[in-house]
């Protein structure tokens, strides 16, 4: 009989090994025992759908070695390890026997921090979506999102030096860029890891990628491309003490060669803390508090605000008490009080922040805009429109709202932070006509082992529950409740406990929110690789003005300097041209011969237009007005328009923003 089954085999086709081989190509050929389990069948999606663009879903932030930075023992556990998920998923050694000592626990979560410290295989008490301390990136449970449809993965190599240093236990250095290239090598071990397990380097799912044609080759392959990040608080050793930097411009350049050269290619210019390149968006209530008074610690400097100029605001700032972090200040020091109606921080983009700035946009990285302030955030604005430079990212619905369109104008990406499916869903909904106006689609980013908290269950007599198993959103795999030892997660009652929960609540969101929603998300891959890829392809345009022939209708007089027009279009930011103090003033530049135009950017002075408009000529004699506004704010203006042919472009003041007249430092003209 066997003899009869061997000759069919041949004479029909491959051996049922062999054919295992071809198209079970996700299933590992070595995984360790014992180990978590997956729980989801079917292969994984490949390819790309009819109009050529790649599938799946995008978690724009995520922390996956955590667990080395703050000092390596304020993340408990780790998300892989060669001696077994029983080392892996193992507690922090103070936390034993009862958690008594887990104090970053009750700090963050209250309570007197007791728990149940056993992980493999009890899973008692963690991990859990209120737990935020403990691993939640196990490889396997990655594994499990990304059989669920997600294939991006953006790893934020994390870490804090003011928190290692005051926490009380800790196992390694505090410095951050230390910390940082060491989450980098762990992330290519876990990689190699992973491969061994599919039979050699290169074999398995989790790729690590450094540019957006590598992940969408990968993604067409039906793998997961990971790409690292940055979210530190003080990168490149770029902090303030007392309002003076301790970094200058060579250690930036040296910085974003160094992470450049790790395979970083997104970033945060400041977090959690002001830095000698930004200030940041504040914190809210008890953690608020205690970032302050870290902050304080680092800087000698609390917290600044001001009356906000305009729509946008900070968040509120912490003013619950935080007892714990708080006696950690000198005596005699404590934390101020604040105004209700000042919720905007003072600080703003530095001057060595906007020379960062432009050194990512050289370097064709993304920035991160979500937790800077709103002067750093706008002023970082400016300078990616003055070079219509694409690559900007809000990964956790941190940015100022009433901004989504300028960063979608851009071309940049948007993801929200992964909250319930009724929050999440309505939040999607409400920006979902501008996706479409642009026709982008949606992220989402968990922020796992970020100290955040994630989403809690919705009950198991919720009316329209998670019903096991369901089907993946690309109707090829089949997803059931996800299990590891002796724990068995079920989404309605555990809620977003860890990475494994992704696929269950991307199926609760479309319980809740409708499959419009979770279609969105599942466009965010190729959304997000279309800002990668055009951040890299983007070139610098060429300024028409620059050192071209300028005219204005008055010139301010000064017996030390010259304020002439032509001032403003040498390339140099240190001159300017300034005119009479008085309305209706205008500044022209002849670009010599007729081009297309289709942006000019206005590097204003102190002395700025509030109502103005730019208007286009071919023979300097009529004029049409291409651009206006009456809500000029001074700094750097973009004004874009559809294309006009022109020589001649005039800026035209109608109303001074000060006392003044109207100043320019420099005026670029750009047919892109």
């Given at each position: 009989?066997s003899l009869l089954l061997?000759?069919l085999?041949?004479?029909l086709?491959?051996?049922?090994?062999?054919?295992?081989?071809?198209t079970?190509?996700?299933t590992?050929?070595?995984?360790?025992?014992?180990?978590?389990?997956?729980n989801?069948?079917?292969?994984?999606?490949?390819?790309?759908?009819?109009?050529?663009?790649?599938?799946?879903?995008?978690?724009?932030?995520d922390?996956?070695?955590?667990?080395?930075?703050?000092?390596?023992?304020l993340?408990?556990?780790k998300?892989?390890s060669?001696?077994?998920?029983?080392?892996?998923?193992?507690d922090?050694?103070?936390?034993?026997?009862?958690g008594?000592?887990?104090?970053?626990?009750?700090?963050?979560?209250g309570?007197?921090?007791?728990h149940?410290?056993n992980g493999?295989?009890?899973?008692?008490?963690?991990?859990a979506?209120?737990?935020?301390?403990?691993?939640?990136?196990?490889?396997?449970?990655v594994?499990?999102?990304?059989?669920?449809?997600?294939?991006?993965?953006?790893?934020?190599?994390v870490?804090?030096?003011v928190i290692?240093?005051?926490?009380?236990f800790?196992?390694?250095?505090?410095?951050?860029m230390?910390s940082?290239?060491l989450?980098?090598?762990k992330?290519?071990?876990?990689?190699?890891y992973?491969?061994?397990?599919?039979?050699?380097?290169?074999?398995g799912?989790?790729?690590?990628?450094?540019?957006?044609?590598?992940?969408?080759?990968?993604?067409e392959?039906?793998k997961?491309?990971v790409?690292?990040g940055?979210e530190?608080?003080?990168?490149?050793?770029?902090?303030?003490i007392?309002?003076i930097?301790?970094c200058?411009?060579?250690?930036?350049?040296r910085?974003?060669d160094?992470?450049?050269?790790l395979?970083?290619?997104?970033m945060?210019l400041?977090?959690k803390?002001?830095?000698?390149?930004?200030?940041?968006?504040?914190d809210?209530?008890?953690?608020g508090t205690?970032?302050?008074?870290?902050?304080?610690?680092?800087?000698?400097?609390?917290?600044?605000?001001?009356?906000?100029?305009g729509?946008q605001?900070d968040?509120?700032?912490?003013l619950a008490a935080?007892?714990?972090?708080?006696k950690?200040l000198?005596q005699?020091?404590?934390?101020?009080s604040?105004?209700a109606?000042a919720?905007c921080?003072?600080?703003g983009?530095t001057?060595?922040?906007?020379y960062?700035?432009?050194g990512?946009m050289k370097r064709?990285?993304m920035?991160?805009?979500?937790?800077?302030?709103?002067?750093?955030?706008?002023?970082a604005?400016?300078?990616?429109?003055t070079?219509?430079y694409p690559?900007?990212?809000?990964?956790?619905?941190w940015?100022d709202n009433?901004w989504?369109?300028r960063l979608y104008?851009l071309?940049?990406?948007?993801?929200?932070?992964?909250?319930?499916?009724e929050g999440?869903s309505?939040?999607?909904?409400?920006t979902d006509a501008?996706?479409e106006?642009?026709?982008?689609g949606?992220?989402?980013?968990?922020?796992?082992?970020?100290?955040?908290?994630?989403p809690?269950?919705?009950g198991?007599?919720?009316?329209?529950?998670?019903?096991?198993?369901?089907r993946?959103?690309?109707?090829g795999s089949?997803?059931?409740?996800q299990?590891?030892?002796?724990?068995?997660?079920?989404?309605?009652t555990?809620?977003?406990?860890?990475?494994?929960?992704v696929?269950?609540?991307?199926e609760?969101?479309r319980?809740?929110?409708?499959q419009?929603v979770?279609?969105?998300?599942?466009?965010?891959?190729?959304?997000?690789?279309?800002?990668?890829?055009s951040?890299?392809?983007h070139k610098a345009?060429?300024n028409l003005?620059?050192g071209?022939?300028?005219?204005a209708s008055?010139a301010e007089w000064?017996?030390f300097?010259?304020?002439?027009?032509g001032?403003?279009?040498d390339?140099?930011?240190d001159?300017?041209?300034?005119?009479?103090?008085s309305d209706g003033?205008?500044?022209?530049v002849d670009?010599?011969s007729?081009s297309l135009v289709k942006?000019?950017?206005?590097?204003?002075?102190?002395a700025?237009?509030?109502?103005?408009?730019?208007?286009?000529?071919?023979?300097?004699a009529?004029?049409?007005?291409?651009?206006?506004?009456?809500t000029?704010?001074?700094g750097?203006?973009t004004?874009?328009?559809?294309g006009v042919t022109?020589?001649h472009?005039?800026?035209?003041?109608?109303?001074?923003?000060?006392?003044w007249?109207?100043?320019?430092?420099e005026?670029?003209v750009?047919s892109?």
């Amino acid at each position: 009989m066997s003899l009869l089954l061997t000759v069919l085999a041949v004479a029909l086709g491959p051996t049922p090994s062999a054919v295992s081989a071809e198209t079970d190509w996700w299933t590992p050929s070595a995984r360790p025992a014992p180990d978590a389990a997956v729980n989801v069948t079917g292969e994984p999606f490949k390819g790309t759908d009819a109009n050529g663009q790649v599938r799946g879903f995008v978690d724009a932030h995520d922390h996956l070695m955590a667990n080395e930075g703050f000092g390596g023992r304020l993340i408990c556990g780790k998300p892989f390890s060669e001696a077994g998920v029983a080392d892996a998923l193992k507690d922090c050694p103070e936390h034993y026997p009862d958690g008594s000592l887990a104090i970053f626990d009750f700090i963050t979560k209250g309570g007197d921090g007791k728990h149940d410290p056993n992980g493999w295989p009890t899973f008692k008490d963690w991990p859990a979506n209120d737990s935020l301390t403990h691993q939640q990136n196990y490889y396997a449970w990655v594994e499990r999102a990304w059989r669920g449809g997600q294939r991006v993965l953006v790893n934020d190599l994390v870490t804090n030096g003011v928190i290692c240093s005051v926490y009380f236990f800790k196992d390694r250095s505090c410095d951050e860029m230390t910390s940082i290239r060491l989450q980098a090598k762990k992330t290519y071990e876990m990689q190699a890891y992973i491969d061994k397990m599919y039979g050699g380097a290169g074999k398995g799912w989790f790729r690590i990628v450094t540019d957006s044609a590598q992940a969408r080759q990968v993604i067409e392959q039906g793998k997961l491309a990971v790409v690292l990040g940055v979210e530190t608080s003080e990168p490149f050793g770029c902090k303030q003490i007392l309002d003076i930097s301790q970094c200058s411009r060579e250690d930036i350049d040296r910085g974003l060669d160094e992470l450049h050269g790790l395979g970083v290619r997104s970033m945060f210019l400041c977090h959690k803390f002001d830095n000698a390149l930004c200030g940041v968006r504040f914190d809210e209530g008890a953690l608020g508090t205690a970032i302050n008074v870290g902050q304080f610690l680092s800087t000698g400097t609390f917290w600044k605000t001001e009356k906000c100029a305009g729509p946008q605001h900070d968040n509120p700032i912490g003013l619950a008490a935080a007892p714990s972090a708080q006696k950690e200040l000198p005596q005699g020091v404590t934390v101020p009080s604040y105004a209700a109606d000042a919720q905007c921080n003072t600080r703003g983009l530095t001057e060595l922040g906007e020379y960062a700035v432009r050194g990512m946009m050289k370097r064709k990285m993304m920035l991160e805009v979500d937790h800077m302030s709103v002067k750093a955030a706008g002023r970082a604005f400016d300078i990616l429109e003055t070079e219509s430079y694409p690559g900007v990212l809000s990964s956790h619905s941190w940015m100022d709202n009433a901004w989504m369109e300028r960063l979608y104008r851009l071309g940049g990406f948007a993801t929200a932070y992964m909250s319930g499916a009724e929050g999440f869903s309505a939040e999607a909904k409400r920006t979902d006509a501008l996706r479409e106006k642009y026709n982008v689609g949606y992220g989402y980013g968990t922020d796992m082992n970020g100290v955040g908290g994630w989403p809690a269950p919705r009950g198991a007599d919720t009316p329209n529950p998670v019903r096991y198993p369901f089907r993946s959103v690309d109707g090829g795999s089949v997803i059931d409740k996800q299990t590891a030892g002796q724990r068995t997660w079920d989404f309605n009652t555990d809620g977003g406990a860890q990475y494994g929960m992704v696929p269950d609540w991307v199926e609760d969101i479309r319980l809740v929110g409708g499959q419009g929603v979770v279609d969105d998300l599942f466009r965010g891959a190729e959304s997000y690789l279309r800002t990668w890829g055009s951040s890299e392809k983007h070139k610098a345009g060429v300024n028409l003005a620059a050192g071209a022939s300028a005219s204005a209708s008055s010139a301010e007089w000064n017996p030390f300097t010259s304020y002439a027009p032509g001032r403003a279009v040498d390339g140099n930011t240190d001159t300017r041209w300034a005119s009479d103090w008085s309305d209706g003033q205008w500044f022209q530049v002849d670009l010599g011969s007729a081009s297309l135009v289709k942006r000019v950017t206005l590097n204003w002075e102190r002395a700025y237009g509030k109502a103005y408009r730019i208007e286009v000529s071919t023979d300097g004699a009529n004029w049409q007005t291409a651009w206006s506004t009456t809500t000029g704010d001074g700094g750097l203006d973009t004004a874009q328009f559809n294309g006009v042919t022109a020589r001649h472009v005039r800026i035209h003041g109608v109303q001074r923003g000060t006392q003044w007249g109207y100043s320019l430092h420099e005026v670029g003209v750009y047919s892109s």
